[in-house]
């Protein structure tokens, strides 16, 4: 599905991945397993960073913690053009599926 769009919510164990047009949503689903639940988590990381890899705008959204960690792994440089892309980050709880979509929609540029 060739997906302008992505909204990523991450914990440290899982991130769930949608990425929308217009029309049409996929998600996909990347979990951390064994050591990737580690302090270094590149592993992880860079899977769920390949998920995104052609989307023109995205969000990220979760617990603080992990997603700091996320968000510091995406700024300093290891996602290169996709750093530049991300248009919101966002602490917050698990939300349910669609309240992400909906609020990902409203965000300009995701």
């Not at 997906?3 to 914990?11: D, E, F, G, K, T």
Request: charged share 30%; with cysteine; hydrophobic share 40%.
């Amino acid at each position: 599905m060739n997906s302008p769009h992505a909204a990523v919510w991450l914990n440290a164990d899982e991130a769930h991945i949608f990425r929308f047009s217009a029309g049409e949503v996929e998600k996909c689903d990347v979990r951390a397993t064994g050591n990737e639940r580690a302090p270094d988590r590149c592993v992880y990381f860079e899977a769920i960073l390949a998920e995104l890899s052609d989307v023109e705008g995205w969000m990220m959204a979760g617990p603080a913690g992990p997603l700091r960690d996320f968000e510091k792994y995406v700024r300093i440089g290891h996602a290169g053009q996709l750093g530049r892309k991300l248009v919101g980050v966002e602490a917050t709880d698990r939300p349910r599926d669609g309240e992400l979509l909906r609020h990902a929609r409203r965000r300009p540029g995701s």
